[in-house]
């Protein structure tokens, strides 16, 4: 049996959630799976140890590569499906140009959601109705795996002791709104350290506003901070699973760490609820003041620090 799943959200959170469902898929039919997702996931850096995916084809509808965009693109990409002869596909989304591109690949057997029906969809509750054709219930818990041995590796290399609290910290974020001023961050490390031996792995990226509150936390607390920017996704994973546990702006890193189950405090500012509850290991939380938040909440000014610092502690005891 060879099975194709498509799943052509961006983000690397949006990967993540799905991980569940195309394990499902696997398992039901006791083979391994490809996926058609875009570069932008990344997720040949965090899904290596998974054996239910065996291939990864990468969407290019980019700037930099449009094999498959436009007309001729929809041709390039019916060739490449038809030449690995997939028996059945998966198509997590409503788009017809997928729909059509498998059929004229001649893939016989084509699940997917209902066509022209994205407005509105629910990213969990979509995929489980997809499912549920193939008679799977699946729960949202999403599981990805680092080798003990890189564990080891990781806490070596950066002296990462057992007897301190290490805390995962996500700073970075897709966008300027999810991102908690570097003040929320310092507010909480001082909190934190009143009390507990602490240090703290700071995950971000190399954009600007991202680098300036990287280096605002590191002026004050540079002795308890470990900077993780210049490492590659797959290099943070096993740090992070040497980390007691994770708080994180709405980010690819709350949705890895919960993914590795380590309790991950998820600080929601402007995005659905959904996308910080989904997992057991998510506790989320919301601006003060707020009952929900959703985009637009434009919330991250109204995250406090004492409160991060109290769920903190009910988990860490």
Same mark, same amino acid.
């Given at each position: ?77 019916? &060739?490449?499906?038809?030449? &690995? ?51 799977? &219930? ?116 709350? +949705? ?24 057991? &290991? ?12 959703? +985009? ?22």
């Amino acid at each position: 049996m060879n099975i194709l799943v498509i799943q052509n959200r961006m983000g690397i959170g949006d990967m993540v959630i799905f991980l569940p469902f195309i394990e499902a898929i696997a398992k039901k039919y006791n083979t391994s799976v490809t996926l058609l997702i875009k570069e932008s996931t990344k997720a040949r850096e965090y899904t290596n140890n998974l054996n239910f995916i065996k291939k990864i084809i990468y969407l290019k509808r980019n700037k930099k590569n449009d094999l498959h965009n436009g007309l001729s693109g929809f041709f390039n990409l019916k &060739n490449e499906l038809k030449n &690995n002869s997939f028996d059945k596909v998966f198509i997590f989304n409503s788009s017809i140009r997928y729909r059509l591109i498998c059929k004229i690949a001649g893939i016989k057997n084509i699940y997917q959601y209902p066509l022209f029906d994205k407005k509105g969809q629910h990213v969990i509750e979509a995929a489980q109705n997809l499912l549920n054709k193939i008679d799977l &219930n699946i729960e949202s818990n999403p599981q990805i795996k680092v080798n003990e041995s890189s564990i080891k590796l990781a806490a070596h290399k950066y002296s990462i002791k057992k007897n301190k609290i290490n805390i995962l910290l996500g700073i970075g974020g897709s966008g300027p709104t999810k991102r908690m001023p570097a003040e929320k961050f310092k507010e909480f490390i001082g909190l934190a350290i009143k009390n507990h031996d602490c240090m703290f792995y700071l995950a971000t990226g190399k954009n600007k506003e991202e680098q300036l509150i990287l280096n605002n936390i590191l002026s004050s607390y540079r002795e308890i901070c470990v900077s993780l920017d210049n490492n590659s996704i797959s290099e943070i994973l096993p740090i992070i699973k040497n980390c007691k546990i994770s708080i994180c702006n709405d980010s690819s890193f709350s +949705h890895l760490s919960a993914a590795l189950n380590v309790p991950t405090i998820v600080l929601m500012s402007d995005t659905p609820l959904l996308y910080g509850s989904y997992s057991p &290991n998510m506790y989320p939380i919301i601006p003060d003041g707020m009952e929900n938040v959703s +985009h637009n909440s434009n919330g991250k000014e109204k995250i406090n620090p004492e409160k991060i610092y109290k769920k903190f502690n009910l988990i860490i005891s």
